[in-house]
């Protein structure tokens, strides 16, 4: 990964050189890599994910792309929705991310290689959008649940790759069963990094995982008990 930077008016863009450039079929960097109506317009949008801010899966020719603009929640989206404070372009929520994300998949985490994250800067305040490779046949873990696909040896997967991220000294903010995914061959995934953080051992890692504990009790339709002790058993057996 050859991380470069570019600046063109109010934006600043962040990107891996070698997913941008490279390829012949690869758009070009610039502010409309970020903009939803630009891949829409150009028929390039083959999908959409739920959420608060929507991600937009696309055919960037030579892989798939997952392009998501960062909106912000709760009463305070009441009065911007996009919109963050500007404290520096080295705290933007979108450069955090795609670095923070850039060093876990040189670790060799199973974490959506980043491609390109933009901020664009309006005086006191900015916005934002990142861009990751899409994992092929990747599917939440909250809809495997809610289909009732997810079985022990699943879950005891999905507590030793959590494991693999806390030994690591991922803090995963908002650890829940959409933020998990396994693709086809069964590996699980972790996504959506925003507001993570590297740190080191603390309480944090049992709130990650109550916080995942009450997702997976909202999703799943099996016996959740046994599948939440199949999570535990492989996480603690994991070894570093």
């Known amino acids: 990964m050859r991380l470069a930077t570019y600046r063109t008016g109010k934006s600043s863009i962040l990107y891996d050189a070698d997913s941008v450039c490279d390829a012949d079929s690869a758009p070009q960097i610039g502010p409309e890599l970020f903009d939803p109506a630009q891949w829409r317009r150009r028929h390039r949008v083959i999908g959409e994910a739920p959420g608060r801010g929507t991600s937009l899966f696309l055919d960037a020719g030579h892989e798939a792309w997952v392009l998501r603009v960062y909106r912000r929640g709760g009463l305070i989206a009441r009065l911007s929705e996009r919109r963050y404070v500007w404290t520096g372009l080295p705290a933007t929520r979108a450069f955090r991310e795609f670095q923070l994300t850039a060093t876990l998949h040189a670790q060799g985490l199973p974490v959506p290689r980043p491609v390109a994250a933009s901020v664009t800067r309006y005086g006191l305040t900015y916005e934002a959008a990142l861009i990751t490779v899409r994992i092929p046949g990747a599917r939440a873990l909250a809809e495997l649940l809610l289909a009732g696909e997810a079985d022990d040896a699943l879950l005891m997967r999905v507590g030793a790759t959590i494991r693999r991220f806390h030994d690591a000294g991922l803090d995963h903010v908002d650890l829940n069963a959409r933020n998990l995914l396994v693709d086809e061959k069964g590996q699980v995934w972790l ?33 959740v008990p046994y599948l939440w002790e199949g999570l535990l058993d492989g996480y603690s057996k994991r070894k570093k």
């Open 191 to 223: 996504i959506d990094l925003d507001r993570c953080r590297l740190t080191k051992a603390g309480n944090w890692q049992t709130s990650n995982l109550e916080r995942l504990e009450k997702s997976i009790f909202k999703f799943a339709e099996q016996d």
